[in-house]
């Protein structure tokens, strides 16, 4: 079976991107990478930033696309994250 949302549209930095789903907020392990959700009524952009476990500065700095906002939810898939390491 052919999975279409296991299948990167973007890429930043070296990082593979997709438009992510809006639930559960937070960060969810999904086929192939993390769904990240974020909810926020203010906000007019959104980063996600990536610690490695036991590190003070970040690894990844990545802005969600603005095409990833539905509303008030921002949300992207980050494909092959070594989420066992990450903060």
Same mark, same amino acid.
């Given at each position: ?10 890429? &930043?930095?070296? #990082? &593979?991107?997709? +438009?992510?789903?809006?639930? @559960? ?5 999904? @086929? /192939?990478?993390?769904? #990240? ?11 996600? +930033?990536? $610690? &490695?476990?036991?590190?003070? &500065?970040?690894?990844?700095?990545? @802005?969600? @696309?603005?095409? $990833?906002?539905?509303?008030? +939810? ?9 989420? /066992?390491?990450?903060?």
């Amino acid at each position: 079976m052919f999975r279409i949302d296991t299948h990167p549209t973007h890429e &930043k930095d070296g #990082f &593979k991107l997709r +438009v992510g789903r809006p639930l @559960p907020f937070g960060a969810t392990l999904v @086929p /192939e990478g993390v769904n #990240f959700s974020i909810f926020s009524r203010e906000a007019t952009s959104c980063e996600l +930033v990536l $610690f &490695k476990k036991d590190e003070d &500065k970040p690894f990844a700095i990545i @802005p969600f @696309p603005a095409e $990833f906002r539905s509303g008030n +939810v921002y949300t992207m898939v980050v494909f092959d994250l070594d989420f /066992e390491n990450i903060d």
